[in-house]
């Protein structure tokens, strides 16, 4: 099989609408087909589940060949990624759900005991796996890929900790454990013949220690060797780790470079005899990095599959003389910690359009306009692009010196990379013809004299604390300018990443901060993998953590810090206090536009303080509106 290039979509489990055969198909393959015309050389498809408790619904193989016919007619082929996650999460969200299986009497790392698999049920087990990739085959695709990474089903029986079995599928005498995997892939293979392509995903490092039962970089590679040898293994793709806690250096965020986990790779590949080609994953999230790791012969492959999610038509404009156009990978990862949050569909920080191309698709307006767009931030930006994009003549002013407002401040944070999103927009509005008009404060006379036909209100909000001492205080933002003295107390009423970034880049500043949240935990609101690799940072950095605690009093450079039945944590001696907070929507202009009886739209921070993501979202819908 020959692909037009060799980037690849890898799967990543974004919707629970497509896995689930009562519900709508459509979200999902017009999501892939975007991607496939976008130029992308192979799409490893939404995980299939294999379910061993019974059939899987025609209407499962049904969508499965609407989603094959859909991808080949853009070019691209498509292989689906079968996986069985064992000894893996909770089980606590469904009635209906038995228990987790593993091969061994075990515990999950979400800390849930688990059911230790009979011979019987693991042959149970490799039926189902069996059976679907017969579906995925009938289906029209063109191969299938199983997961061996993540800590899922299949690397828990290769490994010490999760299988320590005296039966067949125990180790052997020289400690191989490797007897499943290699029954699963002949029997896979079996199902789907010679001429579909058979993945296979593994870690290049589990990043677990061998006496905390971990197999280590060299474990690794001979069970690996083992399933190559076989011969019926057409492409070998990486990730690192066992899932759980490690799942974030999987799946890098913007505290990492690009091409983080190559180096792990790399390692592998050194330790193997094989020509199977592999590929690179790990933040690979622009064009000019996948290149280099093509050109140095790191990997045959590269997965950019984040930066499809941000871009989907990123090939066509690379091909088209548009790379100055692609929508950057920033690596939030808001669509991962979506999806483990419990939300049934994924998103992208800054494109909200992902699994609602449809419903969000920029048609021409019918009746062009003169739109006024106040405020430059994340929802001013977001809203002048698409009513440009749709054909309105577009003003867009801001009373600031620069575009971004309150997320331009993430440039002095661990986070810097989320400015691209801003960055991002401007130069889109560039190639619209629309100036972004800075230093300009929007009065009753400027909205008269323009006499718009819409305005959209993305005014933003103030900082604005109710609680006591609240004039000491000062915001993330202006504490990220430096003026800060030594001995901080940041204060965290809103449990997102805000108040942590900016905790610890004053940390890295050199001032020695105290952290303090309401929150039974940091950032509970943050998202699971930032949640994961954060702490490691914190406890490194920050002189101390207070969960549970209450701002109660700030008076005399003493802040008293309490917990919520009113006792009291501690008493510190503060040289700044750095409050994150709601803030309070700006909205003195409002009504100045209603007393003019002008149409107007108020968008981001202006409706409600909240974070950028629900920013753009709002602004892409309110501009579909005008």
């Known amino acids: 099989m020959e692909l037009r290039n060799r980037v690849v979509m890898t799967a990543t489990s974004i919707s629970e609408p497509w896995r689930n055969p009562l519900l709508p198909a459509d979200s999902y393959i017009e999501f892939a087909r975007q991607r496939a015309a976008g130029g992308l050389g192979l799409l490893i498809a939404h995980p299939f589940y294999v379910n061993p408790f019974g059939d899987y619904p025609t209407e499962l193989q049904d969508r499965h060949a609407r989603l094959a016919e859909a991808v080949h007619r853009e070019g691209t082929p498509l292989i689906v990624q079968l996986v069985h996650f064992g000894a893996t999460f909770r089980t606590d969200n469904d009635v209906a759900r038995p228990a987790l299986w593993g091969f061994d009497h075990t515990q999950t790392p979400e800390g849930e005991p688990v059911h ?46 999760n299988n320590s079995r005296e039966d067949q599928w125990g180790p052997s005498d020289d400690g191989d454990r490797t007897r499943f995997a290699r029954c699963l892939i002949e029997q896979v293979r079996a199902e789907i013949g010679a001429n579909r392509i058979l993945g296979y995903r593994t870690p290049t490092d589990d990043l677990r220690a061998t006496d905390d039962g971990g197999q280590g970089p060299r474990g ?94 990123l090939i066509r404009k690379l091909e088209s003389g548009q790379a100055h156009r692609i929508r950057p990978c920033v690596a939030a990862n808001v669509c991962v910690d979506r999806k483990l949050a419990g939300s049934p569909t994924a998103s992208c920080f800054h494109n909200p359009a992902v699994l609602r191309e449809e419903e969000l698709r920029i048609r021409p307006a019918t009746h062009r306009k003169q739109v006024l767009v106040v405020g430059a931030g994340p929802a001013g930006l977001k809203s002048a692009e698409i009513a440009a994009q749709r054909g309105h003549q577009v003003r867009i002013l801001d009373a600031g010196t620069r575009t971004g407002g309150r997320l331009r401040a993430v440039e002095l944070t661990a986070a810097a990379d989320l400015a691209s999103s801003l960055d991002h927009l401007v130069n889109e509005l560039a190639e619209a013809q629309v100036k972004v008009e800075l230093g300009v404060e929007v009065t009753a006379a400027i909205l008269a004299d323009l006499a718009p036909d819409h305005v959209v209100l993305a005014t933003g909000a103030t900082f604005a604390p109710d609680l006591v001492g609240a004039e000491h205080m000062i915001s993330t933002a202006a504490a990220l300018s430096g003026s800060v003295h030594d001995d901080v107390l940041v204060y965290d009423a809103l449990g997102t990443n805000e108040a942590a970034l900016v905790a610890e880049a004053l940390a890295a500043a050199g001032r020695s901060v105290t952290f ?104 892409h819908q309110a501009a579909l509106a005008i």
């Open 116 to 161: 230790k698999m009979t011979g019987a049920e693991i042959e149970q087990v490799l039926d189902a796996y069996r059976r679907a990739a017969r579906l995925v085959a009938q289906a029209g695709c063109d191969g299938v890929e199983l997961h061996g990474g993540h800590g899922y089903l299949i690397q828990q029986s290769l490994t010490p900790w």
């Open 220 to 313: 690794i590679a001979e069970g690996l060797q083992r399933l190559l040898d076989t011969g019926e293994i057409d492409v070998l793709n990486t990730t690192v780790g066992y899932g759980g806690p490690s799942y974030d250096r999987a799946i890098p965020n913007y505290r990492q470079p690009e091409g983080a986990n190559i180096r792990y790779l790399r390692r592998l590949r050194e330790s193997l005899n094989t020509t199977v080609p592999m590929i690179g994953t790990g933040r690979i999230a622009s064009a000019g990095t996948a290149e280099a790791l093509l050109t140095q012969g790191e990997c045959e492959l590269v997965a950019m599959t984040r930066a499809y999610i941000a871009e989907p038509a």
């Open 516 to 619: 303090v949240t309401c929150y039974e935990t940091v950032m509970p609101f943050g998202g699971t993998l930032h949640r994961f690799e954060a702490p490691r940072t914190w406890h490194r950095r920050l002189k101390r953590i207070i969960t549970q605690g209450i701002l109660g009093c700030l008076e005399d450079s003493v802040a008293t810090i309490v917990r919520p039945d009113g006792e009291t944590i501690d008493e510190l001696a503060v040289g700044s206090v750095v409050a994150a907070v709601p803030m309070r929507p700006a909205l003195s202009l409002l009504p100045v536009v209603e007393a003019i009886s002008i149409p107007h739209s108020v968008v981001g921070d202006a409706v409600a303080p909240r974070t950028a993501f629900d920013s753009f979202k709002e602004a």
